[in-house]
């Protein structure tokens, strides 16, 4: 009988688009992207019940739910952890809260990067929220604190870690016009934070949240909280 804890469901909805992926067995992957012409609303739960279709699962057989909780959209993160929220409980799964950039940094390893790789998330205003990585012998090494800084200012990482630090993240697309050509840029591959890597990430991840407490991390504070904080 198949160990239970080796069927992830994964679940990434920090843009406009998404995507959604299931481990079976720990070695059978199954993927869907969601379509950028609808909201991840109407189109998680359908892509999921594809999934559970497609691998021939029941929900009730699902062991581990992945889910990135952020930096990312502000109402594409409520929709991806709610969802992730009520399936595991409904089928008893642990559930598993991984952020973009530890994501995007185990992709990085997976294709091969080594040394050092400046993550960055578009946080509107001409910001972005950055967190840097090291890729070596086979493990992510997180180098930094999650910090908001003008897309300019991003650049100068370079001038830290030298000019074989690889950039990567959905702020490379947001800001393409602005990008240094001398930057050198992972692949687009690793633009975003792909669901299907955060289900290889949580294969040997044990529960580190609980369905009460995860949260998503947000790119800002949310309007009315910032004028809260202002008054």
Not at 32 to 51: F, G, K, N
Not at 126 to 152: A, H, K, Y
């Amino acid at each position: 009988m198949t160990d239970k804890f080796t069927n992830i469901l994964a679940i990434e909805t920090t843009d406009k688009s998404g995507s959604v992926a299931l481990f079976k067995g720990g070695d059978v992957l199954f993927e869907r992207t969601l379509p950028t012409v609808q909201r991840s609303a109407q189109t998680l739960a359908p892509a999921i019940d594809e999934l559970l279709q497609e691998s021939q699962l029941q929900p009730m057989e699902i062991g581990k739910v992945a889910v990135i909780t952020g930096p990312g959209s502000f109402t594409g993160l409520r929709v991806g952890i709610v969802t992730a929220k009520m399936f595991a409980y409904a089928v008893g799964a642990e559930i598993i809260g991984l952020s973009t950039f530890e994501v995007i940094a185990f992709g990085g390893l997976l294709s091969g990067i080594t040394g050092e790789i400046s993550i960055g998330v578009d946080a509107q205003r001409g910001d972005v929220v950055v967190q840097d990585w090291r890729i070596e012998s086979g493990q992510c090494f997180c180098l930094s604190e999650i910090i908001m800084t003008p897309v300019n200012d991003w650049w100068q990482n370079s001038a830290k870690y030298g000019k074989n630090l690889t950039y990567a993240g959905p702020a490379l697309r947001h800001f393409s016009s602005k990008r240094p050509a001398t930057l050198k840029v992972a692949d687009e591959s690793l633009f975003d934070p792909r669901a299907i890597i955060a289900a290889k990430l949580a294969k040997n991840r044990p529960q580190n949240s609980n369905i009460w407490t995860i949260a998503p991390i947000y790119s800002r504070p949310v309007a009315a909280d910032e004028k809260l904080s202002k008054m």
